[in-house]
C-alpha cells in the first residue's frame, strides 16, 4: 500500500468548513484493501490462535483445522478466480488497483509465510502438547510390537479391500485426481521388463477416518499405514519411492437460472466441480524430485502452484482429533445454550410459543441462547397447531440435525401450505439442498429456488395461524442460516414478531420469491437488490446531518465483510465531515481507517474467537434517535446488488439495548480482538481484561439461574 501521508489529500482538506466531505477525491487506490489480500489476513488471526499458548490445547487444534479448511476454500474460489483472469488475458483491477498478477503475486507470499507457520505450529508446537496430554498421532514405526500387530491387522481387515491403485504407465493414462483428496504417489520399476512407471493411490478418507485408533489415546495417519503396505498393492514390483500429495482445483461454477431443470443443472456442475482445473498441489517436503515433477507435468501446473509442507498434510482432518470425547482439562469449558426468557416458565413446562410472541417482540441471541428452543420450536409447534394454515421459510445453509425441514414436510403432510425457497446454488452446499428439495417435493411441500439471477440470502420464516374470526402472521427474520449445527458455535441474532407491517413485508417478500410479483415499496423491512445500500447510506447521511448540527451522533456497524466501494467512499466522507464510527468486521475489511483527514474517526476492529461472529448490525445513533437494523446482508456488492437479502429494523427499546450492548462489548474486546490501522495492519489488542463470548456466557448463565 502507498503512503497516504504523500498524498496532498489531507492537506487539501485542513481547515475546511463543515461538509468536506462531499469534496473528498477517493481515487486512491491507496485507500483500499485488497479483497483476497484481507481474506489472507482473516486467515492470519484465526491462525494467531492456534498459537497461542492461553488457548486451550484441543481449541488450538480445532484452529488449525479451520485455517485449513479456509484456505481451500480460498484456493477454489478466489485464487481459482484470478487464475481464469490471467489465464484469459483480462486485467480486472478493484479500487485497490491491484492486477490479477501482481494480486497472485502477493497472494502466493502470503499463503506461503501462512502455512509454513501452520505447519510449524503443528509439528512442533501443538502436536507434541498433545501428545504430554495422551493424545499421540504417531507414525506405525514408533509403535509397540504388539500395538504395531494391531495396527496391521486393521490393515488387512478393513483399509486394503477399500483400496485402488492406479497406474500411469504405458496403455494407462494418468488416473483422474478429484479435488482436495489425499493421494500417495509411487514411484515404481519393474524388475522383469526393465520400465518405470508411476502410480496413484487415493487415500480413501470419504468412507475412512483419517486417524486410525490404536486406543489409549494413539492414532496413526490412514496414510502413513497405507504407505508402510505399499508393497501388497503391487506386489512383484520394486517401489522405488513414494510420497503423500494432494490436489486443489478450481470449484467456482456459474449455472444458469434458465436451465430446463435447475436441480439437475446444479447436479450436473457439482460433477463437473470434480474436473476444475488444478490451482494448487500440495506435497511432503521430502518427496522425490522426480515424483514431483511427474505431478506438475501430469496436473500442467507451474512450480509457483507447489507448497512444500513439513509433516502432515491437510490438518482440516484434526476435527477427527478435536471431536474426540474426553480431554476435558484441554478444551474450552462447555456451554450448552439457555432457553430464552421469554420462552421458559419457572415450573420448566413448554410455554406455548405463539401467546409468548404476542405478548411482545423476541430478540434471540445464538448461541448463548438456544435455537432449538427458539427457531426450531416455532417451526415444530407450527407443524403440529390445527390452527395453523402455512409455513414458508427460506433456506440457504441447513444441517442434517436440524428439525426445520423435518417439520416443513410435517406440515405438508398434515395439509397446510408449505413453502420453502431453497438456495440451490449455496457453495459448497448444494448437494444437501438438493436432498432437501427431494424430501420436501415428496412430502407434497411446494418448492421454489427464488428468483432468476439471484441468490436467495435472506433468513425468513412465516407462520399464517387462524385465530378469532382472521389469521395473524408470526414472522422469524435472522442473521444466520437455519442451520442447527451451526447455531451451536456462530454468534447471531434473530427477531420473533407479530408486527403487523413487518409481517405483510415478508408475506410480500416470499409472493415475490415463489409467484411472479414485484412489490411497489416495503413498509418497514429492508430487501436487496432494491434498498439495502440506498437505505443504510441514507440513514449514514442524515447521522452526518445531525453530526453536523452539533445533535449527539455516531454510527456502530458490524458484519462479517466490508468490501463495497459505494458503501467505503460514504463511510469516507462521513468521516471526513468528524461524525465518530465504530465498525466490527469479523472478516474482509477494504476500507483502511485512522488516514487524517478521511478516515480518522474510524475505528475498525474485529473479534475471532471461541464462536463465530457472524450477526449483521446497523447502528444510527442522532441525539435521542436510535436506527438499528438486523439482517442477512454483509456490505459486499454481491449482498447489495445480486442476492435476495433481508434486514429489519429493531425499535423496542430493551431490545435495542441488547443490540447496542453486544457492539460495546464487541469494541472493548481486549482478548481476541485485533484492530486494523492505517498501514492496513491488523494487530492483536492486548490486556486481556475483556471477552465478549465469555462475558455473554456469563449473563446467559447468570440470567438463567435467576430465572
Known sequence: MSEISKKPVGDQLAGNAAGRGADLDLSDPALYTNRELSWLDFDMRVMQLAEDAS???????????ITATNLDEFVMVRLAGLHEQLDAGIDARGPDGLSPADAVAQISAGMAELMERHGRCWEEDVRPRLADSGIRIVEPEDLAPDDLAALDQQFNQRIFPVLTPLADAPGRPFPYISTLSLSIAARLHDPVTGEDAFARVKVPREVLDRFVTIGNGVFVPLESLISRHLDELFPGIEIIS??????????????????????????????????????????ASTIDPVIRDWLIDQLDLDERDVVDINGLLDLGDLWQIYGQRGYDDIRDLPWSPVVPPALRRPDGEEIDIFAAIRRGDILLHHPYESFAASVERLAKQAASDPDVLAIKQTVYRTSDDSTLVPSMATAAERGKQAVSVVEVKARFDERENIQWVKTLEEAGAHVSHGLPGLKTHAKALLVVRREGDGVRRYVHIGTGNYNAKTARIYEDFGLMTTDEDIAEDVSDLFNMLTGYARPKEFRKVVTSPTSTRTTLLDELALTVKAHQEGIPARVRMKM??????????ALYRASADGLAIDLNVRGICCLVPGIEGISDTITVRSVVGRFLEHARIYCFERGDERRIYIGSADLMPRNLESRVELLVPITQTELQAELLDSLERCMADDTNSWQLDSAGKWTRREGGTR??????????TARNVAD
Not at 471477552?691 to 446467559?700: M, N
Request: proline content about 1%; aromatic content about 6%.
Open 55 to 65: 488457548v486451550p490445547l484441543l481449541e488450538r487444534a480445532k484452529f488449525l483445522a
Open 242 to 283: 513414494h510420497s503423500v500429495f494432494r490436489v486443489t482445483r478450481d470449484a467456482d461454477f456459474t449455472v444458469s437460472d434458465e436451465a430446463d431443470d435447475l436441480l439437475q443443472a446444479v447436479e450436473d456442475e457439482l460433477r463437473r466441480r470434480r474436473f476444475g482445473e488444478a490451482i494448487r498441489l500440495e506435497v
Open 560 to 569: 462479517n465483510a466490508l468490501v463495497d466501494r459505494k458503501s467505503i467512499e
Open 691 to 700: 471477552s465478549i463470548h465469555r462475558e455473554l456466557i456469563e449473563i446467559a
